[in-house]
């Protein structure tokens, strides 16, 4: 189903953005309006109030003797080369304080492998974008220090409220936000933290279990098609009468069976109000509407923060407490050429 995305709100080239909270914090470049980039609009909210610069072109004109330029530019890459290393060197000189943080979209997956990623940036695939941004504004808004606002070289990038996560940088200078397990302050979860996981096998189960221990959740084994397991000690870790708040699926490439089976476990907690997380590999926008279809809360794409996941599990059974565990909806956006 196509739905009317996220509005956009444009800056005008002969006048400053309004110097709002979201103004100062960051300028959003590029087609946010589409795909996999209007997704994240529409579930950030309020948090995507971003003024808008069509290019990179436009935004180095804006930021060229501009009083109060924001902390980042987060422009929307929807392919490898759609930014210039060129641009990006005159928004250092004009504006040597703005961090250019690029959100790579699905066709860039290979990017850090067989591109040419574009150097003096932070990079982030745009499914971690989501809980990156929000500990990012969170930790702003608290007076601590954003991710954005740490130094380029530095091998360890602030999660905020969580730890750090492990961040590289390759020979291009591009730091790139990798899979790792924080070190720091867990998000606390609810005082019932039992978490019901679908994984294909007991390993990847133990993986997450390991991961998901020092955040404080505790999880339990709940595997397709093997309802006969579910309630022996292997399965729930020794505890008595787990009651899930929420539920970790894990897939692939969400092929058909798998969606079937994501939406036969998200109907089993569906009478506990447990909100679901599905984890996919390199997951594109027409997943996220699937899988909201099948009944999943969230999507996190792998590979994935630890943390995020953590923070995310937080989050949703926030949330269905609040609504009772209203269905999950996004929109998705026309593709653009």
């Known amino acids: ?112 492998r067989t591109g040419h990623p574009l150097p003096g940036t932070t990079r982030l695939y745009w499914y971690h974008f989501e809980a990156w941004w929000r500990r990012g504004f ?81 999880c339990v084994w709940q595997p397709r098609h093997r309802p006969e397991v579910w309630d022996s000690a292997r399965a729930t870790g020794g505890l008595a009468h787990p009651e899930p708040v929420a539920g970790i699926w894990d897939g692939g490439q969400l092929s058909p069976l798998e969606l079937q089976q994501l939406a036969q476990f998200a109907e089993r907690l569906s009478g506990r109000r447990a909100p679901v997380i599905a984890l996919l590999d390199f997951p594109r926008a027409e997943h996220v509407a699937a899988t909201a279809a099948a009944g999943a809360t969230a999507v996190i794409g792998k590979p994935y923060l630890v943390d995020g996941i953590a923070g995310e599990l937080a989050q949703a059974v926030s949330r269905s407490e609040e609504t009772h565990a209203a269905p999950f909806t996004t929109t998705i956006a026309v593709p653009c050429e």
Request: overall charge negative; glycine content about 8%; proline content about 10%.
């Open 138 to 218: 969170a930790a702003r808004t608290a007076g601590e220090c954003p991710p954005w606002a740490d130094p380029l070289a530095d091998s360890r990038q602030l999660l905020p409220g969580l730890g750090r996560a492990a961040s590289t940088m390759d020979a291009h200078g591009v730091a790139s936000v990798e899979a790792g397990l924080a070190n720091g302050t867990p998000i606390a979860p609810p005082a019932d933290s039992c978490v019901a996981v679908d994984t294909g096998d007991y390993e990847s189960f133990e993986s997450l279990r390991i991961a998901l221990r020092p955040f404080g959740w505790r």
């Open 1 to 112: 189903m196509m739905l009317p995305s996220t509005a956009l709100s444009p800056i005008a080239l002969d006048e400053p953005p309004a110097e709002t909270a979201s103004a100062l914090v960051a300028w959003s470049v590029g087609p946010w309006q589409c795909g996999e980039f209007a997704v994240l609009q529409t579930v950030l909210g309020a948090l995507a109030d971003w003024p808008h610069v069509a290019t990179l072109a436009d935004a180095i004109e804006l930021l060229d003797g501009h009083a109060a330029p924001p902390e980042v530019l987060l422009l929307a890459q929807p392919r490898p080369g759609f930014y210039s290393a060129v641009d990006a060197a005159a928004v250092a000189r004009v504006a040597p304080l703005t961090r250019l943080v690029v959100v790579a979209g699905t066709w860039c997956e290979g990017e850090l």
